[in-house]
């Protein structure tokens, strides 16, 4: 509820390293670029912001980089693209349900592509270029994308809420979902760099969670 993001050390006992200051409600989402130089944020204010250390680092009055108004409800998907350091992927909430491209370079959005659901969560495929996006109402499904065309490729069905996160295994070809359900649900959507996905896959396995 104080809406500011603090970059902890945990190696040292001085562990606060910096503070970012920005958002008006509260933050959802952040994701730190592969080179870990740029911040991503997401709130409940409907902005994203991208923050960079050396401004941080260098006390500047204004500490992000971007500030970026284009979605018009809660920003809480953010996904850093792992073949393009520019490239940005963050979805809307209910009410905005879009999926939008950043080069996080110039601040432009590049394209926007209306789900008609709110993107939950989003992971790239880290062999192929593909995107993964998760959804909530209606249907609770995963989705996967060609980029840059944004062809729907496969509708994945099997959770009964939300889908709030997703994770990619460390050979690809697996993800594995988690949701509100209380289930993780593990799925060969991205299967072999060299087969084309024809159809929708299974989940090969869903764990319920113990309480």
Request: with cysteine; glycine share 8%.
């Amino acid at each position: 509820m104080d809406v500011r993001i603090i970059n902890n050390d945990v190696r040292v006992r001085s562990h606060i390293v910096e503070t970012y200051n920005g958002h008006h409600q509260e933050v959802c989402e952040l994701k730190w670029s592969d080179s870990g130089q740029q911040l991503a944020s997401g709130g409940d204010d409907n902005l994203l912001r991208i923050w960079d250390r050396s401004m941080a680092s260098a006390n500047a009055s204004t500490q992000y980089l971007h500030r970026l108004e284009d979605h018009t409800t809660e920003v809480k998907a953010l996904a850093w693209c792992p073949f393009q350091a520019n490239l940005l992927a963050s979805g809307g909430g209910g009410g905005d349900s879009c999926i939008k491209f950043w080069n996080t370079h110039t601040g432009s959005c590049l394209n926007s592509v209306d789900t008609g659901s709110q993107v939950c969560a989003l992971l790239w495929n880290k062999n192929e270029r593909e995107l993964l996006s998760s959804y909530g109402f209606t249907q609770n499904q995963l989705t996967q994308w060609k980029y840059p065309s944004m062809v729907k490729m496969a509708e994945l069905t099997g959770h009964t809420s939300r889908v709030l996160f997703m994770v990619q295994s460390p050979d690809g070809c697996t993800v594995a979902s988690a949701a509100g359900d209380e289930t993780l649900r593990f799925w060969n959507v991205f299967g072999s760099p060299d087969v084309a996905v024809k159809a929708a896959p299974e989940p090969f396995a869903h764990l319920n969670c113990i309480r």
